[in-house]
């Protein structure tokens, strides 16, 4: 039979319950960096049309430009706004020297999401076993019903936690899309 050290299952555990929402930030996150439609969404209703002498087609390429250019590291700015048929000189050279900045941060982003999954995978499915074979039977299910009082107990910190996490990226994409429509 299968067993884990009681240390183990602990440390494990609490790389889930960190990984697990870190994950789901990342994840979230990084769907709305590489989605274009997101920042066109963003700024209709700032009217960056009027501000910036651009049509909204103009607009729209350049964002899918901006979407390519975090998508592919390899990717200059000025090669992924030509590729996408926008000009090439939409920013300036501080501006480029920026949003490679900004490509650097969702570049941690996008490890963070993979590190963060492989936890949630390779823990889950290390502990998932374990604990149904070891802590069901050999306690007669006497552990899995503490961890159930437990979790009612306690378990309320972490899913207020997550809700304020998530809670304001939700909101935003729901606020824009009910403006939109």
Known sequence: MLSIAWPIKLIVAVLLALGTPLAIL???LLALIFDPTFYLETQRPQQADLYSGYSWDQISRVDDGIALYF?????SLPQALTQAGAASDTFNEREIKHMGDVRGIINLFVTLRAVTT???LVGG???GPVWRMDDVVSSGGR???GGIAHYHRYGYRCRAGLQLAVHPVSSAIVHQRLLAA
């Open 118 to 120: 492989a936890v949630i």
């Open 71 to 75: 998508s592919d590291n390899e990717r």
């Open 143 to 145: 552990r899995i019903v």
């Open 26 to 28: 990342s994840w979230l």
């Open 125 to 127: 499915g290390a502990l």
